[in-house]
């Protein structure tokens, strides 16, 4: 069985988005270089630096299974039945779409029940790859939990002085410790890290 992770390209000021969803200049470090990197479905080719993707294929090559939260299903519309990284996802949410459907839906899977039901489904999908969530309330949610092993950014240069955090405040008040970053790569326009998430046991 692989990681749990999360990964979100974060403002210096620990944003991953307005709030209206909009990224501004965000994800302005995809296209600051001359290596493709093709996705699938829908989205566009990113043209990174050569470093951030190094970076990006080992991350996206690791992955096996996603799993993201009803609102971000909903603003991107289920990246029309394929991510860009062409993985199963499983949505967390309280009510499942019942008009929803295109080529390659079948890939999707809702989970009324939780994070953690949706984080274990994820991982009988990935195998023995890693199991990634997207930031925000989902992330947030396994961190209390304890599901998460590593929490990956791609910290970009930017203040974007409001807007939608990468985990949001915690419920019980509490604050959860990171180890020191196993992984810096400096790209342009972004320095990618990992860090990862301690348990109570100090491991």
Known sequence: ??????????????????????????????????????????????????????????????IGALVVGRRLFDVTDGWK??????????????????????PGSGNFHFVTD???????????????????????????????AGLLDEVAVDLVP???GTGRPYFGAFGDGATRLLGDPTVVVRGTRATHLRFPVLREDGA
């Open 1 to 62: 069985m692989g990681r749990v992770i999360t990964s979100a390209t974060m403002s210096l000021d620990g944003f991953i988005a307005y709030n209206d969803h909009t990224v501004g200049p965000l994800f302005d470090w995809y296209d600051a270089g001359d290596v493709e990197i093709v996705n699938a479905g829908e989205t566009p080719s990113f043209s990174m630096d050569a470093a951030s993707a190094d970076y990006w294929r080992e991350l996206v090559g690791s």
């Open 81 to 102: 039945g394929v991510h860009p990284f062409d993985v199963p996802i499983v949505v967390v949410t309280h009510e499942p779409p019942t008009d929803w459907s295109y």
């Open 114 to 144: 939780g994070v953690g039901a949706a984080v274990r489904l994820a991982q009988s999908v990935a195998g023995d790859r890693d199991v990634c969530l997207a930031a925000g309330f989902v992330a947030r949610q396994a961190l209390e």
């Open 158 to 160: 930017v203040v974007l």
